[in-house]
């Protein structure tokens, strides 16, 4: 019984992210269409990946027939995150709880979830994160899915101006934090001009585009790692 109303509690509290995934990966659908994936792939990837960071900066690679080592390591870089956040969240878990329910708990780590469990007081069950993961993950594949659908029956110019809604989503992320903060500002500045030099400048335009993707994140965010170091802050005991 306890387990159930875990997993129905990790439902619940998962629709809200369930609708905001199926927004993003309907953009993502669009982007993966005209990249030349079928509905199938572009559904696949978002159901093995779960990631829209490291599935959006994949379609470039993807269009210039990079190699698989080039798309690994861009992945590596791009969703390393998830390495932390997933220790992070093993240490709620029980220390009873089998490899396999972490393994599966660690497949769901994104930001949102993660931001829901972490918050999570005491230890946190694994069918919680089950309820979590299958409400997210279906809202997510659900949009890729229509999105690349409406991608292979619309027109072209449609298309284009749909798939302009990625850029004003990430607009929509990224301006509020850099109102708040100069740092965020100066990783969003310096990201942009360093993005710009490897896109026009003679020699660096030539480095392919998962490649350049790879250098701006290292060099900026080591980077801001060094000017903009943070603070250690106090764990929060409820949530040990």
């Known amino acids: 019984m306890g387990d159930m109303k875990e997993f129905r509690r990790g439902l619940t509290d998962a629709i809200p992210i369930c609708l905001g995934y199926l927004a993003v990966s309907f953009a993502f659908g669009i982007q993966a269409s005209e990249a030349g ?3 199938f792939q572009a559904s696949l990837m978002s159901l093995t990946n779960v990631t829209s960071a490291g599935q959006f900066s994949s379609l470039d690679v993807i269009k210039s027939n990079a190699s698989f080592a ?3 390591l861009l992945q590596l870089v791009v969703n390393i995150r998830y ?3 997933s220790t992070a969240l093993s240490q709620k878990l029980s220390s009873k709880e089998s490899t396999l329910a972490r ?3 660690a497949y769901g780590v994104t930001d949102e979830i993660f931001g829901l469990s972490v918050t999570r007081k005491g230890r946190l069950h694994p069918s919680y994160s089950y309820g979590l ?3 997210s993950v279906f809202g997510w594949v659900l949009g890729t899915f229509l999105g690349a659908f409406a991608g292979n029956i619309m027109p072209d110019r449609l298309i ?3 798939g302009l809604a990625i ?3 990430f607009l929509a992320i990224i301006i509020p934090e850099t109102r708040e903060s100069t740092s965020v500002m100066a990783v ?3 990201s942009m001009v360093l993005s710009s030099i490897f896109t026009y400048a003679p020699g660096l335009r030539t480095i392919s585009s998962g490649f350049r993707i790879i250098i701006v994140t290292v060099v900026i965010a080591s980077l801001a790692a060094i000017i903009f170091p943070r603070k250690e802050e106090a764990l929060d005991e409820q949530n040990i």
């Open 70 to 72: 080039e798309m690994a």
């Open 167 to 169: 850029y004003g989503m």
């Open 188 to 190: 969003v500045i310096g």
């Open 133 to 135: 993961i299958i409400c």
């Open 83 to 85: 390495m932390l956040m």
């Open 103 to 105: 393994c599966l708990v």
């Open 37 to 39: 994936l079928s509905v």
């Open 160 to 162: 284009s101006a749909l």
